[in-house]
């Protein structure tokens, strides 16, 4: 085992870390193009220009935790943000919901919602925090390559283990140079060796961002090293695949599983199916399956996820066609069969059908169930017809169905939906009495439907009694209260929600980007909005020519053309990255790029970039 470097070690790396971190800076800075180096200098002159016109006072480094709110000062965290706008507002101290509402508290030790860090429970808690802070402030600095990063990794004094490694992943999912630099690194290091579930964590990050030949060359490696590459390996490869409309590809990884110790059997199939079916392509997973079954069995799954398939494309004839089918290889369509139809009638708001076809399953002995009727529910709930989605609970009741907390979120939904909120909070209190618990869609409902009807503490409430349940948010929690902070002019509010995510390592996606970008250039924050136009596209975000276009005439109206200059290079450097998107960033730079890339990857095409 690696052991822990003692008291002389840790002095003598903290004093070579800045070193060492410089040296791979350097390697980096060596290997990247003027436009690079003219974005480096983007932040401070925009820093500069927002002093000397007077504009809001905070700043922040991206979605980089910033030294004020790691240190903040008097006890107040994020006690610098910009608090215009938000002198009447108060961030609630308690989750309990108010009289009007008339939910009761929860209990009455409620804590504050705080983006500070919780204490660690022990001394190896406390050391793991540490040693994840540690490597994020490393991976933060933006290097060119995964290879800058493994050098500037060097002599980092943090105990590599399985549970870091999935922590940094975790983090540093949607930066897949930072991911793939860390996880290089931290498998040469002695006592430790991945699992297979963190090399196929990697796999999928690099599908992800279409890193296809580095994905490839990694599975190689799995293969090499013996028994890593699973049926679960080649499922990531192969929605990453079809998510890059690359379906023959997919099929073809499908064809050589084999090779790398997976079967090719019927459970193989029905992934490959699924995949294509998922990804828009039901005819694809129609000519697969022509081609497969005479020497693969189908089984009632097979056609099952065909029926599913056409259904989403609401090719209606052909999904019956392949029920009828089903029957003549000996399987009875199931509830799960007729809930895809079902499903299907439901988005075309034939609800005469959708009872024909439950009048159908009862007759041939297949009850529906209690998945059946939530999405029949939740479709005449969106079609305004609430009070037929109600009387569907009369139907659950005389079939016997269990609820769950996917059928209480729907009507939750519907409830929201026609503005019945303290009815939809009654429901919630409801799922606590029979023992189900409100999960991440109950809480995202209720949020959203808040925001909705301007019930804006209500709604931050919401997220205090998550963190209360320790019930993790996503991005879809934050949106609509991000929104509402634009709305209302909460610059300090929407701030101090940008802090808490990073501190859930919940990652800002696309509309969150474009959301803020604009919001703060409409309302003259125009410093802060290049800022995170900036951040935007070096974390691989293209953003949209209206955000430019937006960004840029607000800029020429205030007469900076040193921004405008700026911005117009992010635009020629997002044009150019979308001409390049099927070529890794890093390998654009030099041959020895080129030379580190092949010796990743070890595949036929990466060996032709040295030639």
Not at 79 to 99: C, I, M, Q, T, Y
Request: hydrophobic share 40%; net charge neutral; proline share 3%.
């Amino acid at each position: 085992m690696r052991r822990r470097p003692g008291i002389a070690g840790l002095e003598y790396a903290a004093a070579t870390r800045n070193h060492r971190r410089l040296v791979g800076e350097n390697v980096a800075n060596v290997r990247t193009d003027v436009m690079k180096e003219q974005l480096a200098t983007f932040r401070s002159q925009l820093e500069e220009s927002a002093c000397k016109h007077k504009k809001a006072s905070f700043s922040t480094v991206g979605f980089d935790l910033p030294d004020w709110f790691l240190n903040p000062k008097d006890g107040e965290p994020c006690s610098r943000l910009d608090g215009n706008g938000d002198e009447d507002f108060v961030l609630p101290a308690k989750s309990d919901f108010s009289e009007e509402q008339g939910c009761p508290a929860t209990n009455g030790g409620s804590r504050p919602l705080s983006i500070l860090a919780s204490c660690p429970a022990s001394h190896e808690d406390a050391e793991f925090e540490a040693d994840v802070d540690e490597v994020s402030r490393i991976l933060r600095s933006r290097f060119a390559s995964p290879e800058a990063i493994v050098i500037s990794m060097d002599c980092c004094p943090v105990r590599v283990s399985a549970r870091l490694v999935n922590k940094v992943l975790s983090r540093f999912s949607n930066d897949w140079v930072a991911a793939f630099g860390f996880f290089t690194w931290a498998g040469t290091q002695a006592g430790y060796c991945h699992s297979a579930d963190l090399y196929d964590m990697m796999v999928d990050i690099l599908g992800k961002f279409k890193q296809f030949d580095l994905m490839c060359g990694l599975i190689s490696q799995m293969h090499e090293i013996g028994g890593l590459v699973s049926l679960a390996t080649m499922m990531k490869v192969m929605r990453r695949l079809c998510g890059a409309n690359r379906w023959s590809d997919a099929i073809d990884a499908f064809h050589k599983m084999d090779r790398f110790g997976v079967a090719k059997d019927t459970k193989a199939m029905n992934v490959l199916l699924d995949t294509l079916c998922k990804e828009r392509s039901v005819k694809r997973a129609r000519g697969a399956f022509q081609a497969l079954k005479g020497t693969i069995p189908p089984d009632e799954s097979s056609f099952n996820t065909l029926v599913h398939g056409w259904c989403k494309a609401r090719m209606l004839k052909e999904a019956r066609e392949t029920m009828k089918e089903m029957e003549r290889h000996g399987f009875s369509p199931s509830v799960i069969t007729y809930t895809s139809l079902i499903e299907a009638y439901c988005m075309e708001k034939d609800f005469q059908t959708v009872d024909d076809i439950l009048d159908e399953m009862h007759t041939k002995g297949c009850t529906p169930n209690i998945v059946t009727y939530t999405i029949m529910m939740h479709a005449l709930g969106k079609a305004g017809r609430t009070q037929e989605a109600l009387d569907t609970f009369d139907k659950v009741k005389q079939d016997g169905c269990a609820l769950d907390a996917s059928f209480y979120n729907s009507l939750i939904y519907i409830l929201c939906r026609s503005g019945r909120l303290q009815d939809a909070n009654f429901l919630v209190e409801e799922m606590h009495r029979t023992g189900i618990s409100p999960n991440l869609t109950t809480f995202n409902t209720l949020i959203s439907a808040a925001c909705d009807h301007s019930q804006a503490e209500n709604a931050l409430k919401l997220l205090v009694r998550m963190e209360e349940q320790s019930c993790k948010p996503d991005i879809k929690t934050y949106t609509p209260l991000l929104k509402l902070c634009c709305r209302r002019q909460w610059v300090k509010t929407l701030l101090f929600l940008i802090c808490h995510m990073f501190r859930k390592d919940i990652t800002p996606d696309f509309s969150t980007y474009t959301l803020l970008v604009s919001w703060l250039c409409r309302n003259g924050r125009l410093t802060q909005s290049c800022l995170f136009l900036e951040e935007m596209v070096l974390k691989g975000f293209a953003p949209q020519q209206e955000t430019f276009d937006l960004v840029l005439d607000k800029l020429k109206k205030m007469n900076m053309l040193s921004a405008v200059r700026k911005i117009q290079l992010l635009r020629m450097h997002t044009e150019g990255t979308r001409c390049r998107s099927g070529v890794p960033s890093y390998l654009r730079e030099d041959g020895h790029g080129r030379q580190c890339y092949a010796v990743l990857s070890n595949t036929s095409e990466a060996e032709s970039w040295n030639r």
